[in-house]
């Protein structure tokens, strides 16, 4: 015979569960990530149950969690899948000096990089791969304009601080 807890788990279970992955969809995961987030978290409910006084709030956060964890894992193995698919590149006939210089640019450029915001980080690397923003807000699940506003804002961070190692070099020259 089932416990008490049982009985109230099931009970919360059958009719949170369609609300639960509703809940998701709208906030912009897909159908089949939502399931998967919702029943990794009920499963961890199920767990903690005796203990939960808040089942509602912890469900909907335990479950948006899972969904965001799992879009990353999505995005981390389309990266991995990309750069494995990725032609192998053409022979480079630069000098050894142009490739130095070529190298001091880009340790450069990604030092620039990382002084920009999280988001904008990502949004520049999606960007330098090729990705268009449309493509980029479905990767990261968020409006296209939020990432045409985050490109414009790091774009103009970027010029900004080019400018001022640029203004730094010719006054240390």
Do not use: C
């Not at 990309?82 to 050894?96: C, G, H």
């Not at 980080?121 to 939020?146: C, F, S, Y």
């Amino acid at each position: 015979m089932p416990s008490a807890h049982e009985d109230e788990f099931d009970a919360f279970f059958r009719q949170e569960i369609g609300l639960l992955v509703r809940h998701l969809v709208v906030q912009g995961f897909g159908r089949q990530a939502a399931k998967d987030a919702v029943q990794e978290a009920m499963i961890e409910l199920h767990e903690q149950w005796p203990n939960v006084r808040n089942p509602d709030a912890w469900i909907r956060v335990a479950a948006r969690r899972r969904a965001l964890r799992g879009r990353e894992q999505e995005a981390r193995r389309d990266i991995v899948s990309v750069m494995a698919a990725a032609p192998y590149p053409d022979i480079d006939l630069r000098t050894p000096e142009e490739e130095v210089t070529r190298k001091q640019e880009r340790q450069e450029v990604l030092g620039l990089l990382r002084a920009l915001p999280g988001v904008q980080q990502q949004i520049m690397a999606w960007t330098w791969d090729g990705a268009k923003p449309a493509e980029i807000a479905v990767r990261l699940g968020m409006p296209a304009d939020t990432v045409r506003s985050n490109l414009r804002h790091a774009r103009n961070r970027l010029k900004q601080l080019w400018a001022e190692s640029r203004e730094e070099e010719s006054n240390d020259g």
